[in-house]
């Protein structure tokens, strides 16, 4: 997944809650500004654990995985696009 896509997933996500940006910037304990940069696809640089902390409160986590490697069985049947 690009930094654009995850950008736009998180969006979507927060506007099902449905939370605010400001709301949602409060509740991940960040700056409005960085969760605007965030969903922004971050343009600009913005810290992982800043990241994180938006990821965790969504209910979603990050998967690291060799480049390049076939899908697991499981990730084939989650249906997710990796």
Known sequence: MK?????????KERK???WTQK???QYAGINVNTLK?????FEEEVGML???EVLELL?????VRPKGRPLT???LNSGQSY
């Open 59 to 63: 209910g979603f986590e990050i998967l």
């Open 23 to 25: 709301e949602m910037a």
């Open 50 to 52: 800043k990241t994180v």
């Open 37 to 41: 940069k965030i969903e922004a696809g």
């Open 3 to 11: 930094l654009k896509e995850l950008g736009v997933l998180i969006a």
């Open 73 to 75: 069985l499981e990730e």
């Open 16 to 18: 099902l809650k449905p």
